[in-house]
């Protein structure tokens, strides 16, 4: 079982920046694929941005060039830098954990937090 606690949203301006947070326990973190959703009303989820256990990213083309993930497994932390926010960010971020249980991968999720990005 993996636990996940996000923190560091909130409102900023446009243009402004943020850098979420997500700490992970009862797994090998450092195993695990990490990554960054985001749902805003009316809409499905969607990808942010997911790390691997050997530090390859990958971005969704709408935060490209001005998000960025990373972790720390000593910490068992995994943060999201936000730069150049725009109104179209306003969403509540989900941390994912993505484990291989040994036969399948098994998805685990955070509670969310808010950015609303906002003049």
């Known amino acids: 079982q993996v636990q996940l606690v996000e923190s560091g949203g909130g409102l900023v301006q446009p243009g402004g920046s943020l850098r979420l947070s997500c700490a992970a326990s009862?797994?090998?973190?450092?195993?695990?694929?990490m990554g960054w959703y985001r749902q805003a009303p009316g809409k499905q989820r969607e990808l942010v941005a997911t790390i691997t256990s050997v530090g390859t990213t990958n971005y969704a083309d709408s935060v490209k060039g001005r998000f960025t993930i990373s972790r720390d497994n000593a910490k068992n932390t995994v943060y999201l830098q936000m730069n150049s926010l725009e109104p179209e960010d306003t969403a509540v971020y989900y941390c994912?954990?993505?484990?291989?249980?040994?036969?399948?991968?098994?998805?685990?999720w955070g509670q969310g937090t808010q950015v609303t990005v906002s003049s």
């Open positions: 009862g797994s090998i973190f450092s195993r695990n694929r």
């Open positions: 994912n954990a993505n484990q291989w249980s040994g036969t399948s991968f098994i998805n685990y």
